[in-house]
């Protein structure tokens, strides 16, 4: 009779346990943010290849993270490879369009060269299509080989761009010679 007493019961923890093993743990939790392990696009699991804060002087703008198929520590092998990629912004507090604006269009200016010049159509339906961001708003930038890009802000709009040469030259913003922040792109390439 007691043996059955315990069968329930070693069913419930063998149960709980396995929920609990079986539940996705986030990768990384960055200034409150919490970011998950994998994400996918393009058919393909990505791993998180690495993530940053940027501070503008003491202030924490966005949290950044890289997902990519493969782990990738130097600049060419996060936009070299046509497979998929995604970049995740949180943002930590308003930044308003002007403000993310002027930099970008300097960003890519000093970091996407050929490509950047290749895709300079594409790079300004980009900057027309950032808005004003709050505190908590996301904007996730997906590359998927033979469709293009895609960027979805928090609200659900989505705005798609084609070829690769516009995915390297957004990837270079944060990878490239002269990203945001020295410390940002060392963190992307997992390299911090």
């Known amino acids: ?27 990384a939790r960055i200034a409150g943010v919490t970011l998950p392990e994998t994400v996918e696009a393009g058919g393909r699991q990505l791993k998180l290849n690495g993530t940053a804060l940027l501070k503008k002087l003491v202030i924490r703008v966005y949290v950044v993270a890289l997902y990519l198929p493969v782990p990738a520590h130097e600049t060419e092998a996060v936009v070299g490879p046509d497979v998929p990629k995604v970049l995740i912004l949180q943002f930590l507090r308003a930044v308003s369009r002007e403000q993310l604006v002027t930099p970008l269009e300097q960003d890519f200016a000093r970091n ?51 070829g690769k040469d516009f995915a390297d030259a957004f990837l270079l913003v944060y990878v490239g010679p002269h990203p945001p922040k020295e410390e940002m792109k060392r963190r992307l390439l997992g390299r911090a």
């Open 1 to 27: 009779m007691i043996g059955i007493r315990k069968r329930p019961a070693l069913w419930l923890a063998t149960s709980l346990a396995s929920l609990l093993m079986a539940r996705p743990l986030p990768a």
């Open 112 to 162: 996407a060269g050929e490509k950047g010049r290749r895709a300079r159509g594409q790079i300004a339906k980009m900057l027309l299509a950032i808005k004003d961001f709050k505190s908590g708003d996301r904007m996730t930038f997906t590359y998927e080989p033979g469709k293009g890009s895609t960027i979805r802000m928090s609200d659900g709009t989505t705005t798609a761009f084609e």
